[in-house]
């Protein structure tokens, strides 16, 4: 076995940091750590046991389970046997419907899983007899469960590792994990990673990202998805660092007081919420703090633009700048336990506003870009060499460049081997000259910094012949602290609307301080008074959007976009094609006009 495996360049930083804290984890209220030295041990242990129920080389296991070390514990000593890592999507509230944990378990033809608590085994143990290849169920937390399964994750850890156990023989080339996308049309497809995927981009990843063993991270995004895996596990484990994890995601801000990060990776929904809260919170202070803050805002704002454009910052400003971060700045760097040197922003785009503001208050915040298909990174900022409202250049070994339709073509060690059986899809996507055709669209600035213009399959083209990337007005309207998520709409139409899902907290908070009275939620969303409000938070949000790509109709929808009504995938994107067959008629009023839609209340229109 060589160094080049994610299992033995694990087990080489552990030797190295063998008495440093490699986890945190909270167990009744405290948080408990786990050493590097400890975690080899309980890897080790869970290999065995695992190779004593038969589990070999080349076999798949699952995990489906919310962050803990038992996750890694679980995908580690997987990766020590040879075997092959299929995650499943899980957090806490939101467990999967069993047709699509079915489909997976059957495509990958896995062979063990391990399963956080007892609704999830009682899920899986229900479809069992429809999963051929699955013969062992294993239960990571089994206290309080009402009947004590055959196989638990404690009885596992127990096991003791034989002296003469001879190492699997894993070549860097081996197929390390399958990982199913998110799906949004069909199937999900199941992307094939090596472990050289895999550590040549945790490895540019660290190198750009400037991680090292005094790094801390607080895991709270689903380790299900290559961006937590790679980025806030492999990375940090790899470089002796520590991850601290989230009770479950609601808890994330009380926890990261504890943990103290100093690195934080998130999604634009995370960081439009704060935001959100943020604005909140002032405005619902004192006349004289409103104040306080606006002006340190008008300043630090001047004092960052200036800086950025490399400008000549004049003493009376670096004072006034250095008054303002002392009175106001300073405390919203507190946030988070006050260590945080690096905020590095994924997925989707995020609001250049909201991005800006974090920068100005005194973090350093970067935005990045990947997919599945790469593991995951492509490009990021780097905190030297940082522009707003791009993603930044390649990371070293990845090759891009633009290619018809501007799409954004990615060649590299991080490449997936292909979709799991699925070769003609695989040929479609990957070019005989090694060449991902990733589906997005995108531009290189002067300085090579690559910017996410938006999805070639989600382009609208207006009756006009306007292509508009919908994920950028959509991230302007989530931007309001009102609003939880919006789907637009317009292809071949002649003009945008747009479905809003407001937050429903939030609403009712501005009913109660407004004195709107209503009987149910459903009723409060019809009031004139809440879409007005809608109507002046959009309004705002489309102030810089060309006159084509602002929406001049909209509905309020009462139901959420949850994974579990299926109108989210479970990396959280909208499933545009079955929200639209689901609120069909809504987007038809939109476009039957004014008049008709007055008599039916449903529809506002600017």
Request: glycine share 0%; with cysteine; proline share 5%.
């Given at each position: 076995m060589t160094s080049k495996t994610i299992y033995a360049k694990f087990m080489d930083s552990a030797k190295k940091n063998s008495d440093r804290i490699a986890m945190k984890y909270k167990r009744e209220g405290q948080f408990i750590p786990i050493t590097y030295a400890e975690l080899g041990k309980a890897v080790d242990a869970v290999a065995a046991s695992m190779r004593k129920l038969g589990i070999k080389q080349g076999d798949k296991v699952a995990i489906a389970s919310y962050n803990r070390p038992a996750w890694a514990i679980a995908d580690l000593a997987t990766l020590k046997l040879g075997a092959i890592v299929v995650p499943i999507y899980h957090i806490p509230g939101h467990l999967l419907p069993a047709s699509y944990v079915k489909y997976v378990l059957n495509?990958?033809?896995?062979?063990?899983?391990f399963?956080?608590?007892?609704?999830?085994y009682s899920l899986v143990a229900q479809i069992k007899s429809e999963t051929p290849s699955l013969q062992h169920i294993v239960l990571i937390e089994h206290k309080g469960a009402k009947e004590k399964p055959q196989i638990t994750f404690d009885d596992m850890k127990k096991a003791e590792t034989p002296v003469t156990e001879k190492p699997v023989d894993i070549s860097e080339e081996d197929v390390a994990t399958i990982v199913y996308t998110s799906g949004t049309t069909g199937d999900p497809k199941g992307v094939v990673l090596t472990h050289k995927n895999i550590i040549a981009?945790?490895?540019?990843?660290?190198e750009r990202c400037r991680l090292t063993a005094d790094d801390v991270i607080i895991s709270y995004l689903p380790l299900a998805h290559m961006a937590e895996r790679t980025c806030g596990y492999y990375t940090v484990l790899f470089g002796g660092g520590c991850i601290g994890?989230?009770?479950?995601?609601?808890?994330?801000?009380?926890?990261?007081?504890?943990?103290?990060?100093?690195l934080l990776l998130t999604v634009p929904r995370v960081m439009e919420k704060v935001y959100s809260k943020a604005i909140e919170k002032v405005e619902g202070s004192s006349p004289i703090r409103r104040r306080l803050v606006i002006a340190a805002i008008k300043n630090l704002n001047e004092y960052a633009n200036r800086k950025y454009r490399k400008q000549r910052i004049s003493l009376w400003l670096k004072l006034k700048r250095s008054i303002f971060d002392k009175l106001v700045a300073s405390k919203f760097r507190k946030l988070g336990g006050g260590r945080i040197r690096l905020i590095v922003c994924g997925t989707a785009p995020l609001n250049r506003q909201i991005a800006k503001m974090v920068y100005i208050l005194g973090f350093n915040i970067v935005e990045g870009y990947g997919l599945t298909e790469t593991s995951p990174v492509v490009a990021c900022n780097a905190i030297e060499d940082n522009t707003l409202g791009t993603v930044g250049r390649p990371i070293k070994g990845v090759d891009v460049r633009i290619g018809d339709n501007n799409e954004i073509l990615v060649r590299g060690p991080n490449v997936m081997k292909g979709y799991h059986n699925r070769p003609e899809e695989t040929a479609r996507v990957i070019d005989k000259e090694g060449w991902l055709h990733t589906g997005d669209q995108g531009s290189f600035d002067e300085n090579g910094h690559l910017t996410i213009t938006g999805r070639i399959k989600e382009i609208i083209v207006t009756a006009g012949g306007k292509n508009i990337a919908p994920t950028l007005v959509e991230g302007k309207i989530t931007a309001s602290r009102y609003v939880e998520h919006a789907m637009v709409f317009g292809d071949k139409k002649k003009y945008l609307a747009a479905l809003v899902v407001p937050d429903r907290e939030t609403i009712e908070q501005y009913a109660k301080a407004k004195n709107i009275g209503y009987d149910a939620y459903a009723q409060l969303l019809q009031k004139d008074e809440i879409k007005d409000l809608i109507k002046d938070e959009i309004r705002v949000a489309m102030t810089d959007l060309q006159f084509y790509e602002q929406v001049k109709a909209f509905a309020l929808i009462e139901e959420s976009f949850t994974v579990g009504n299926g109108l989210l995938t479970p990396s959280l994107k909208i499933r545009r094609k079955k929200i639209a067959e689901k609120y069909a008629d809504s987007l038809d009023d939109m476009y039957v006009g004014r008049?008709?839609?007055?008599?039916k209340k449903t529809v506002c229109y600017f």
């Open positions: 495509d990958a033809q896995v062979k063990l899983i399963v956080e608590k007892e609704e999830t981009n945790a490895s540019s990843a660290v994890y989230a009770e479950e995601p609601t808890t994330t801000a009380q926890d990261a007081e504890e943990i103290r990060p100093t008049e008709i839609c007055a008599e």
